[in-house]
Nanobody
Framework: VRLVESGGGLVHPGGSRTVSCLASGFTVNTDPVAWARQVPGKGFEWVAEIYIDDTTDYADSVQGRFTISKDNARNTVNLRMNNLNSEDTAVYYC???????WGQGTQVTVAS
């Protein structure tokens, strides 16, 4: 199993960004995939998850601003982030296999 995140970068407050997780070694239709984030010096925060039946869950802190989705053709899980603020600055990771597999992360920085 391999997970490769991409799409991070610098975003202005109020802006939007989509980060992507390219999966290999399994298909995103057979296992739930989640996004988590880590702020330097702090622990991991679970952000969103998409399940086999395409139902989704979100942390309260991102509910209504973030959208997780699957692209089955590309075996990819995307996280669309809208109305970003400084508290969203973090390294974003995708994970699957009951937190057993993690990607290397992609940095999202929200700043003027």
């Amino acid at each position: 199993v391999r997970l490769v995140e991409s799409g991070g970068g610098l975003v202005h407050p109020g802006g939007s960004r989509t980060v992507s997780c390219l999966a290999s070694g399994f298909t995103v239709n057979t296992d739930p995939v989640a996004w988590a984030r880590q702020v330097p010096g702090k622990g991991f925060e679970w952000v969103a998850e998409i399940y086999i039946d395409d139902t989704t869950d979100y942390a309260d802190s991102v509910q209504g601003r973030f959208t997780i989705s699957k692209d089955n053709a590309r075996n990819t899980v995307n996280l669309r982030m809208n109305n970003l603020n400084s508290e969203d600055t973090a390294v974003y990771y995708c994970t699957t296999g009951g937190l057993g597999y993690w990607g290397q992360g992609t940095q999202v920085t929200v700043a003027s």
